[in-house]
């Protein structure tokens, strides 16, 4: 793109640029807001309410064999980087035993080696989740080192690479958003209900995005692949509702990861001019996300059923 931003970021005032500035304005929202994988901090722990103003202080120390998720099985998708590393590592810090994915198997080993260092239990397991036999795998392999699955958190997710228009979207960039957040979304729930139902009870956890509740210009691939998601939740969260099985699903607005920086960057603009989009000033962190799953899955969130959270700091209105 070939817009000359101002030293404020802004655009020259003009005709043009006035249609410009409102189409970069909602970009601007959604760099300020798009959650996107990233590698995430390995010190992650549950915690005391942030301050709204300033992001919270990681938490250290080793696992705690009696957390408040002793005991529990947690599986989690896409945990190799951002804010499935970083729930991976909150959930292992309380007590839970996390058998988790990523296409990624040299930082799947380093995210298990991490766990393990502070004294935490977790598996990897190499899956992409945009393929039947491979999710089917990792699912059934997480029941028969655990014995069971307590909270699955299906978190895997793409950004689609390319801004641009519908109609300047490559085909197989659609698709593979597609086949990623939604599909993926499907096939995870679709092999762990079933073990859900015969220990009559378990927790789901869909990731979204602010992006399924909003229609973004020029990432429509990633957009509609969210939405999917929230109808996923929807439908779920109906369908197994008297199964005990409870279906919700988290919303991130920004969320600070390498990758969030590196978007930003190649848009122009510092990470604190991103951060200025968001109703609190400034972007969440991955600790911030972890707590919130972890909040869902407790016992604590027993009323939140079908419910898509958001928790993009005020950016959905």
């Known amino acids: 793109m070939s817009e000359n931003f101002r030293s404020d970021g802004s655009l020259p005032v003009n005709s043009e640029n006035q249609k410009q500035a409102r189409r970069v304005s909602r970009r601007r929202i959604l760099i300020g807001g798009a959650s996107v994988a990233g590698v995430a901090a390995a010190t992650i722990a549950g915690g005391a309410q942030a301050n709204t103003q300033k992001p919270p202080a990681p938490k250290t ?15 989690i998708t896409g945990a190799t980087s951002g804010i499935g590393e970083g729930t991976a590592y909150a959930f292992a810090r309380e ?21 393990k260092r ?3 239990d977790a598996t990897y ?20 080192k655990y014995g069971r699955i307590d909270i699955a958190f299906n978190n895997a997710g793409i950004v689609n690479p390319k801004i641009a228009r519908l109609h300047e979207q490559p085909i197989e960039d659609f698709m593979d958003s597609i086949n990623t957040n939604t599909l993926g979304t499907f096939l995870s ?3 762990e209900i079933p073990y859900l139902l015969k220990q009559k009870g378990g927790i789901i956890i869909n990731t979204a995005s602010i992006s399924g509740h909003k229609g973004f210009t020029e990432i429509g691939p990633y957009s509609t692949s969210k939405h999917g998601v929230l109808a996923l939740t929807k439908i779920a969260a109906l369908e197994y509702a008297k199964d005990n099985i409870r279906v919700v699903s988290i919303s991130p607005g ?4 390498p990758m969030l920086r590196r978007v930003r960057e190649q848009r122009g603009m510092s990470f604190e001019e991103g951060s200025k989009a968001i109703p609190i000033g400034r972007t969440n962190t991955v600790e911030e996300m972890a707590r919130a ?25």
């Open 189 to 191: 729930m679709k092999y």
């Open 95 to 115: 007590g839970a035993k996390v058998f988790f994915c990523g296409r990624r198997e040299n930082l799947g080993k380093q995210v298990e080696a991490n766990i």
């Open 293 to 317: 799953v972890m909040f869902l899955a407790s016992d604590d969130a027993t009323a939140f059923h079908g419910s898509l959270v958001d928790v993009t700091s005020g950016m959905l209105d």
């Open 125 to 144: 397991m190499q899956a992409d989740v945009r393929r039947s036999s491979e999710v089917k795998a990792l699912v059934d392999n997480c029941v028969q």
């Open 61 to 75: 120390g080793a696992a705690n064999p009696q957390g408040r998720f002793a005991n529990k099985v947690v599986l």
């Open 254 to 257: 920004g969320v600070d990861t």
């Open 118 to 120: 502070f004294g935490g």
